[in-house]
């Protein structure tokens, strides 16, 4: 039998990092990003959302609204590349042109 738990909108996640994480930071998980509710601590447990649109940092390529985009970790930024980069949710904005900048992504 299932017991509920939570909506599952927002995670706690344990911080096991000896670095903070800042509010607004993308927190990567094996099969996909999160976005820091709050300020987690290092060794705490703090508020991850799973869902919901982000203004996240996109690399220097075109993405078209309704691409699946994955988080390049390295770069620290959205792209639609997934080679060995985390899914990240469907960009909800067209992105024109090869300057890096933002993107609106729905994450989950």
Same mark, same amino acid.
């Not at 998980?29 to 999160?34: A, D, N, V």
């Not at 639609?80 to 042109?97: H, L, M, Q, R, W």
């Given at each position: 039998?299932?017991?509920?738990?939570?909506?599952? &909108?927002?995670?706690?996640?344990?911080?096991? +990092?000896? &670095?903070?994480?800042?509010?607004?930071?993308? /927190?990567?998980?094996?099969?996909?990003?999160?976005?820091?509710? =709050?300020?987690?601590?290092? &060794?705490?447990?703090? +508020?991850?959302?799973?869902?919901?649109?982000?203004?996240?940092?996109?690399?220097?390529?075109? @993405?078209?609204?309704?691409?699946?985009?994955?988080?390049? %970790?390295?770069?620290? +930024? @959205?792209?639609?590349?997934?080679?060995?980069?985390?899914? =990240?949710?469907?960009? /909800?904005?067209? &992105?024109?042109?090869? +300057? %890096?900048?933002?993107?609106? /992504?729905? @994450?989950?």
């Amino acid at each position: 039998m299932a017991r509920y738990i939570q909506n599952g &909108k927002t995670i706690d996640y344990p911080n096991t +990092a000896t &670095k903070e994480i800042a509010y607004g930071d993308v /927190v990567v998980l094996p099969t996909r990003i999160g976005v820091a509710a =709050a300020t987690i601590p290092a &060794k705490d447990v703090g +508020a991850v959302d799973l869902t919901g649109v982000y203004e996240l940092p996109c690399a220097g390529e075109a @993405i078209g609204f309704g691409d699946a985009v994955y988080w390049d %970790a390295t770069a620290g +930024a @959205i792209t639609k590349t997934a080679d060995s980069n985390t899914p =990240a949710g469907i960009a /909800v904005e067209e &992105k024109t042109g090869t +300057a %890096a900048g933002t993107l609106a /992504v729905r @994450i989950g």
